[in-house]
């Protein structure tokens, strides 16, 4: 059974820093893009960055596009989202989602999996 197991989430003041981490597991992800999408109380889910199988193409929405950092290691089958100068907005249940197709965009209907997600809460 394949299955995408989130990390690194918690809480943290306003400027802080986190690392989320995402961990396949039932298969190697090594070809497969992936992503990160965040959904909010009350709101709608959220793309937050993608990334190819590669990890040389690179996609972020406006709101985090030089604060976070997407990343990948497919020698250890992980994916990372750096997450820099947080505000109170980006509080959220952080979502790792993973596309056979090579899919890494806003989209959240053209993904293939989904992990359950972890949570992130910003204070002010």
């Known amino acids: 059974q394949v299955q995408l197991v989130e990390s690194g989430g918690g809480l943290v003041q306003a400027g802080g820093s986190l690392r989320l981490s995402c961990a396949p597991s039932?298969?190697?992800?090594?070809?497969?893009?992936m992503g990160w999408f965040r959904q909010a109380p009350g709101k709608e889910r959220e793309f937050v960055a993608g990334?190819?199988?590669?990890?040389?193409?690179?996609y972020y929405a406006a709101s985090v596009e030089g604060r976070f950092t997407i990343s990948r290691d497919n020698t250890k089958n992980t994916l990372y989202l750096q997450m820099n100068s947080l505000k109170p907005e980006d509080t959220a249940v952080y979502y790792c989602?993973?596309?056979?197709?090579?899919?890494?965009?806003?989209?959240?209907?053209?993904?293939?999996?989904w992990g359950q997600g972890t949570q992130v809460t910003v204070s002010s």
């Open positions: 989602t993973a596309d056979f197709g090579g899919y890494y965009g806003s989209n959240w209907n053209l993904y293939d999996y």
């Open positions: 039932g298969r190697a992800f090594g070809r497969d893009a």
């Open positions: 990334i190819n199988w590669s990890g040389d193409n690179t």
